[in-house]
C-alpha cells in the first residue's frame, strides 16, 4: 500500500514557475514508476510527465516538454515536478500517482493516487 500526499500548488502568473512535491509513504517507493497527472475543468484526465524507479528515465508529454522537469529523491521517499515558463492552459488540478510497472504512461497503469493539487495559471 503506498499513501501518496501533493503540495505546493498555487496561484502563479503566467510565465512564472512552481514546483509540486508528492510525499509517498511505504518502504518501497523506490521499487515504484511515478507519475504526474493533471485535470482541467471540464476536461479528462491527461498524462504530465513520468520517472521509471531505475535509472530515473523520464518522459513527458508533448505540451510540457522543455518547461516541466520530473524528478526523485528515494531516500525522501519524494517526487517532485519543476514547472517553469507557466501557461494559463496549465491551469489543472495536479495529480500524484505510483505505478508497479517498469514504465507507464497510462492512467490505467497507476496503482495509487494522490488527492491531489490545485494549479492555477492567470494570464
Known amino acids: 500500500q503506498v499513501q501518496l500526499v501533493e503540495s505546493g500548488g498555487g496561484l502563479v502568473q503566467a510565465g512564472g514557475s512552481l514546483r509540486l512535491s508528492c510525499a509517498a509513504s511505504g518502504r518501497t517507493f523506490s521499487r515504484y514508476t511515478m507519475g504526474w497527472f493533471r485535470q482541467a475543468p471540464g476536461k479528462e484526465r491527461e498524462f504530465v510527465a513520468t520517472?521509471?524507479?531505475?535509472?530515473?528515465?523520464?518522459g513527458y508529454a508533448e505540451s510540457v516538454k522543455g518547461r516541466f522537469t520530473i524528478s526523485r529523491d528515494n531516500a525522501a521517499n519524494t517526487v517532485y515536478l519543476q514547472m517553469n515558463s507557466l501557461k494559463p492552459e496549465d491551469t489543472a488540478v495536479y495529480y500524484c500517482a505510483a505505478s508497479s510497472k517498469l514504465w507507464a504512461k497510462e492512467e490505467s497503469e497507476y496503482n495509487y493516487w494522490g488527492q491531489g493539487t490545485q494549479v492555477t495559471v492567470s494570464s
Open positions: 520517472i521509471a524507479w531505475s535509472a530515473g528515465i523520464t
